[in-house]
Nanobody, 120 residues
């Protein structure tokens, strides 16, 4: 098991920046994919950005060019740098990790979420 703890959320004005961090309770080296999802009030949870162990990244169209996801396996931490924030980015942001076992079973882990509020 692993616990994922997000930090860095808060209130920011439109056009501002925030950096989210996700600290894992154990090594994330074996995690194939780490990333971030978000859920706005009344909406479904959606993918924001992911990064593989090899460093490949994937972004939702709505955040491309504004957000950057990265991981530091040595620090067991995943980051989400968010720039040019707008009110549509307001949501609870969740850290996610996926590890595939030797048997080929995918194990999914989630953090508890951190709230990002962007004021206009």
């Amino acid at each position: 098991q692993v616990q994922l703890v997000e930090s860095g959320g808060g209130l920011v004005q439109a056009g501002g920046s925030l950096r989210l961090s996700c600290a894992a309770s154990r090594s994330i080296f074996s995690f194939n994919v780490m990333g971030w999802y978000r859920q706005a009030p009344g909406k479904q949870r959606e993918l924001v950005a992911t990064v593989t162990n090899g460093g490949s990244t994937n972004y939702a169209d709505s955040v491309k060019g504004r957000f950057t996801v990265s991981r530091d396996n040595a620090k067991n931490t995943v980051y989400l740098q968010m720039n040019s924030l707008n009110p549509e980015d307001t949501a609870d942001y969740y850290c996610h990790g996926r590890r595939t076992t030797v048997a080929g079973v995918n194990l999914e882990f989630w953090g508890q979420g951190t709230l990002v509020t962007v004021s206009s």
